[in-house]
């Protein structure tokens, strides 16, 4: 029995160096943030600002690749399927918590093969318009949209992205019909928007600040219960007579489901000390996010939540998973 014992723990000792790596010794080699949507998009530049703070306490450089598509899923099925190593990172947004609710065959499970990390921002989406479509105030265009029904083309970042659900929450709610125009992001929506070819979009408040400032695009709300500080003078769709249509986009960071909770807690504990350094407070505030922080356990109870609420409002939308 001795003999066996010893042969087993050597063979255990032989092992050990395949396993993933122990959190003292985290990172040794390049991390890559994927993040699901394209270059400019809210949750990229929220990724890279993010990164940018965290490699050089972490010591080594952080890589932000876009694999945008299919409303988010591809970059997460990249990570779903990534080695558990803390490697390969996941930048994701609420339209994570949409997939079960908008697509019968999906080639990861939101909640079993992913491990929350963090929620890391909340960010308030804006009511943008084309120019010449002539909408001044939020109660002009839903005037028009009941007036002329499925007429107003309404663009979102892709389907069961967090701007197609703010879109369908806010038409529940206003009570219109409008024809829904998927993009694969808002770098794609914006150009389209400005020229007139689609009419209406819920743009996150980082992308959309700049068309505003430039009188590029019209602005008539914020989706969010409050009014932004940097649009202060923009009310919120309730104030426009649209009860119950705030929104909430949120951003959070996930990891393969078997990575080792060290590693977990290990960039848990970095990314909370990033999102709480001054510099990145500042850098975030001017974007318009708020920092959301959170232990692993709070965000995975977190995405279950948001499951179910999202799947309320798909199912009042009159949406069938495809």
Known sequence: MRIVRTLVLAALA???????STAQ???????????PFPPASAVDIVARALG?????????????ENRPGAGGRLGADLVAKAAPDGYTILIQSSAHASIPALYKDVSYDTTKDFAGVTTLVNLPNVLIVAPDKGFKTLRDLVAWAKANP???????AGIGSATHMNLEKFCARAGIKVTHVPFKGTSEVLPDLMSGRVDAYFVPLSAGVPYIRDNRVGV???????????????????????????????????????????????????????????????????????????????????????????????????IQPN
């Open 14 to 20: 032989l092992a050990l160096p395949a396993l993933p």
């Open 25 to 35: 010794d985290y990172p040794n080699r390049p991390i890559r943030f994927i993040v």
């Open 52 to 64: 940018g703070r965290m490699s050089p306490a972490l010591g080594q450089p952080i890589i932000v």
């Open 150 to 156: 499925g007429k107003l083309n309404f663009a979102s």
């Open 220 to 318: 008539l709300a914020v989706g969010t219960a409050q009014r932004s500080a940097l649009l202060p003078d923009v009310p919120t769709t309730i104030e426009s007579g649209v009860p119950e249509s705030d929104y909430n986009l949120w951003m959070g960071m996930l990891v393969p489901a078997a990575t080792p909770r060290p590693l977990i807690a290990r960039l848990n504990a970095e990314t909370l000390k990033a999102l709480h350094s001054p510099e990145l407070a500042e850098r975030l505030k001017a974007l318009g996010a708020m920092t959301m922080p959170s232990t692993p356990e709070q965000f995975d109870a977190y995405i279950r939540a948001e499951i179910v609420s999202i799947g309320e409002v798909v199912k009042a939308a009159g």
